[in-house]
DNA sequence: TTGAAAGCGCTAACAG
DNA sequence: CTGTTAGCGCTTTCAA
């Protein structure tokens, strides 16, 4: 039989002796090598169908140096967010030849640094997704990841393009909305504490709190899933507020459930608003106010900003920032009137 | 520098010059080898930590074979279901020291056999997730695939291990609980054409049909996401049933979306159930009654049944047959009694 | 135009 | 216990 090689599987010798030609002219003729006559070329073809051979990406790796595969390390492949980034960035990846290898490190920060070292030396390049480490082991171990991309976090080490959501401007643009349907007490339900999204959107209320003194913002500890925003509804009720700013989507509804369940009115009573706008946003009940991320695309330019660097081709502007947008739907509405001030 | 290898890293040969041993001591070193002395272990690991060696993954695998990678083919990342089979394989996979490569077909059932091979090419297996291609393609190919495990698909291709969702009981049950608060009338929202899944519901609610000839169950056409749901609003209220069978969660989600729009209230009106039991089901307004299939729970056996494949394990049952369960919640409710028999 | 041979980085059988 | 040597499957000089 053919099976000639070590692991029982066909292989280039195969192909080679049953053509009459050596290794090498195999090589070259599965590699679109037109130096090949055109009769040898048509005899390795043959016999190559007819051994149903495959060129072994292992050996191909070896010898070529790369592996036409990049990483992703996610903190939770549970998150929509990162769902829809690996998606993106898979989807991109793959017009260009290119496979994904994931790693989920479980929000366990400890973990991330051995992931992305280990997914690292498997691929060409790699996707670092909001990783919850440390500025300082971040900027340590950034460049021996190169070529590496990051989404959500930046670094001072060179060469690493930064993808940013700019959730700063987008936690004060819903801010301001709120304020002008005339709600004067507002709280957020903050998310993951080692989570730089969520710095970023302290920094933004803290700019919104130095334009806006009269109006009381309340800071609750929250999380980043529907339990967390349902279990947040005892505090929101106490703070007082009547417009909540959600960490995301998922805790925004998390909350309005709670609110429903306790017969608080959405947005009569209170107007709740996210961060996302994941796909489910436009379908809860009241649909969702909310920041839109144009996430998908997110993953797309990770892509072509990791296959610059693969390249090496020079590219002037690495990284960029995304300014959400403001999506108002039905979650949100004008501040009731104290019940104190109106009167009959 | 210690940098000398082609491609610009530090190899196995930089630690052995630093460490003034063989190639083949660091290997045994780095590998856990205890035939080697403990003072010269010391020193080829000291060489190693300094010069910051990290083992090729590249190399190992063409010297062992393996790549400690498995790949998975799914028909849409953007489907939660088959994102959450992804959660639970990578998560046990990675228990196991193996990580995952994907392969999103999106829905293009000609990509999936060349993909499948890609895939398997680079990997030590590879899970096939709801394939879309035609029993006999995939007959065809599964044997040069393995160590292959199928989801939501069988195969008469030996060897291979099936785990498949009882989705025709699962929507049997659904009717059942529908005809038992008192309706009369069902529609059945139907899934995409290729789906095999599909196909099951299809042959339960035939095998249900059998079993109630009084009930009329209607056929809709359908698919598998929200817009389709929503856009079946118009053929749900002009079939005129009063339990509408939708093929899974996010239509039902979709056309109880659309519903509210029209203003017919869910459960009053009409019952909708769901199927899948997707994390958003018990968070819709109403919350949704649907059949929870226990999803991450199914990659994770995949993984298992896989890696006995991988390990040339004998194992008694391979594949298994997964049953829904019945999760009633708040869109199902007792059918209306008929306008003209009420009274007053 | 083709083949022989070297090499990618690593493991492992085989001597010593 | 350790070094030498021979691969793993492929690409790519270098000669012929």
């Known amino acids: 039989m053919a099976r000639?090689?070590?692991?029982?599987?066909?292989g280039i010798a195969d192909v080679a002796v049953k053509a009459g030609v050596s290794h090498a002219t195999v090589s070259?003729?599965?590699?679109?090598?037109?130096t090949v006559d055109p009769d040898i070329a048509a005899r390795v073809r043959a016999a190559a169908v007819e051994?149903?051979?495959?060129?072994?990406?292992?050996?191909r790796s070896l010898a070529l140096g790369k592996t036409d595969t990049i990483g992703i390390v996610v903190p939770d492949l549970a998150n929509p967010t990162f769902q829809a980034i690996l998606r993106g960035l898979s989807r991109a990846a793959?017009?260009?030849?290119?496979?994904v290898l994931i790693a989920d490190s479980f929000e366990v920060s400890s973990e991330e640094a051995i992931l992305a070292g280990e997914a690292r030396?498997?691929?060409?390049?790699l996707v670092l997704c909001a990783p919850r480490m440390s500025d300082a082991e971040l900027e340590e171990i950034a460049p021996s990841l190169h070529p590496l991309v990051l989404i959500n976090r930046t670094t001072a080490a060179a060469g690493i393009p930064s993808l940013v959501v700019d959730y700063g401007q987008g936690v004060q643009d819903l801010a301001e909305y709120l304020v002008g349907l005339g709600h004067t007490r507002l709280a957020f339900l903050a998310g993951p504490a080692g989570s730089a999204s969520n710095g970023l959107r302290l920094e933004g209320l803290e700019a919104f709190k130095a334009r806006h003194p009269q109006v009381e913002v309340t800071m609750l500890d929250g999380g980043s899933d529907f339990d967390t925003g349902h279990g947040a509804v005892d505090s929101v009720l106490a703070s007082g507020a009547t417009g909540i700013l959600a960490f995301n989507d998922l805790v925004a509804m998390g909350l309005m459930s709670g609110l429903h369940e306790r017969g608080v009115?959405?947005?009569g009573d209170i107007s709740v608003t996210g961060f996302d706008d994941i796909p489910f946003a436009r379908y809860t009940t009241p649909t969702l106010t909310t920041a839109a991320v144009p996430i998908a695309e997110l993953g797309g330019q990770a892509w072509r900003e990791l296959r610059a660097l693969i390249r090496k081709e020079d590219h002037d502007a690495p990284g960029?920032?995304?300014q959400p947008r403001l999506e108002i739907r039905a979650s949100s509405g004008p501040a009731k009137a104290p019940r104190t001030a109106a009167h009959g």
């Not at 051994?51 to 050996?59: C, D, R, T």
């Not at 793959?94 to 496979?99: C, F, K, L, V």
């Not at 030396?121 to 390049?125: E, L, P």
């Open 51 to 59: 051994l149903k051979y495959q060129p072994n990406p292992v050996g």
């Open 320 to 322: 960029s920032r995304y």
């Open 28 to 34: 070259r003729v599965m590699n679109g090598n037109f």
């Open 121 to 125: 030396r498997r691929c060409d390049g």
């Open 265 to 267: 009115d959405v947005p």
């Open 4 to 10: 000639k090689s070590a692991t029982g599987r066909i």
């Open 94 to 99: 793959a017009e260009d030849g290119y496979r």
